[in-house]
């Protein structure tokens, strides 16, 4: 297969990924969890390059034009089994993981709605 018709494959295929909403491929020294949605920072701020400039498990993610260390949608760890019916905050308290705080997660409680829990390992 000639070369530039082997790159034109691949640019293809990374484009159908991309349109797919499939993540990239994390390199070494990236984080799991996925960037929020953020604000975008009229400064062009760049307080990271990489995920390992961020501490504790935040993500180096854009911010317009600028880059920031946030709290990824997507924290480790997962979400504890609930055998229903349980008794729960019957109503939803969060949407995404990064709305909740340090290490909490976004899951299913007992009464079929979801709130901030500390998640298993």
Do not use: F, W
Not at 40 to 53: F, G, I, R, W
Request: charged share 15%; proline share 11%; aromatic share 0%.
């Amino acid at each position: 297969m000639p070369v530039p018709r082997l790159c034109a494959l691949a640019a293809a295929l990374l484009l159908g990924l991309l349109l797919l909403g499939l993540p990239p491929a994390t390199g070494a020294g990236e984080r799991a969890g996925v960037c929020p949605q953020l604000p975008a920072d009229v400064n062009c701020t760049k307080e990271c390059l990489s995920d390992s400039d961020c501490a504790d498990y935040r993500k180096c993610c854009h911010a317009g034009c600028g880059t920031v260390c946030s709290i990824p949608n997507e924290k480790p760890g997962s979400c504890p089994n609930v055998d229903l019916p349980q008794l729960g905050i019957c109503q939803d308290q969060c949407q995404e993981d990064s709305q909740c705080t340090g290490p909490m997660k976004c899951c299913r409680n007992g009464c079929g709605k979801v709130s901030c829990v500390t998640p298993d390992p």
